[in-house]
């Protein structure tokens, strides 16, 4: 059974900063690409950031110089850094991958700024 297990949301101000991390089981994390995407109230859901397995990463345009998304192989866990946020970054963040020709997300987790 594929789990994802997001945390590290929370409330900060204006130009902080927060780590999510997204725990990752029951597939081969090492060879599996992950994404980090956010859904604000009223919106869709959108892709934030996505790492592959090789290390190659995608931004959207957004968060382009403020977000940082890796990997730890390790420990299964993929990390997505926030820095300067803004105001239009709330949203609950959702970590994802794809496995056994499945989509799998977690539970999500809240991102609160306040200006």
């Known amino acids: 059974q594929v789990q994802l297990v997001e945390s590290g949301g929370g409330l900060v101000q204006a130009g902080g900063s927060l780590r999510l991390s997204c725990a990752v089981s029951?597939?081969?994390?090492?060879?599996?690409?992950m994404g980090w995407y956010r859904q604000a109230p009223g919106g869709q859901r959108e892709l934030v950031a996505r790492i592959t397995s090789g290390g190659t990463t995608k931004y959207a345009d957004s968060v382009k110089g403020r977000f940082t998304i890796s990997r730890d192989n390790a420990k299964n866990t993929v990390y997505l850094q926030m820095n300067n946020l803004k105001s239009e970054d709330t949203a609950v963040y959702y970590c994802?991958?794809?496995?056994?020709?499945?989509?799998?997300w977690g539970q999500g987790t809240q991102v609160t700024v306040s200006s």
């Open positions: 994802n991958t794809q496995a056994f020709l499945a989509n799998y």
């Open positions: 029951g597939t081969s994390f090492s060879v599996s690409a």
